[in-house]
């Protein structure tokens, strides 16, 4: 099964991030920038659906080439003051059955996004095995993760942040029919 592309991460700046943007948008994708702290003012942070600074206290060059600055996809981001995603709300191990879903919510800054990785099957209810959410005003991200049929026992959730440290392991344990 193909599934479609729904949100599309444009890691360039300029005139070509802005056209990459425009098909995007014209194929009913959402988009996300990222920025340097320079291109705060920049045309293509405006134009995404989402935008994230990345770099932040590097220069302009730098701030998108370091690796290490967690916008990799499932990379946590070098720790600063505070770590991002603090604690699960509801204990980190969950009990469900094939077909059932369970809320996953994770304790971090209000307005932070989360991003929730499956390491097994099942699904979010974005439809994948990975999920971006931001907190609420109380700081609470919530997921909800479905064991879909061919799921296997135990599956490790990762709940991190693209901007700050931390990475909080959930596992659900999957009761087979």
Known sequence: MIRPIRRLMVANRGEIAIRVMRAAAELGMRTVAIYSQEDRFSLHRTKADEAYLVGAGKGPVEAYLDIADGTRANQPAQPQAANAVSSAIDG???????????????????????????????RFESGFDAISVAADAEGIA???????????????????????????????QVEQP
């Open 92 to 122: 980190t191990s969950f009990r469900v059955r094939v077909g059932e879903t369970v809320a996953l919510r994770v304790r971090t800054d209000p307005g932070m996004p989360v991003n929730f990785v499956s390491l097994g099957f099942g």
């Open 142 to 172: 919530t997921a909800r993760f479905t064991a879909t049929p061919g799921t296997i026992a135990q599956v490790p959730i990762h709940a991190s942040s693209p901007v700050r440290a931390g990475v909080l392991n959930l596992l659900v």
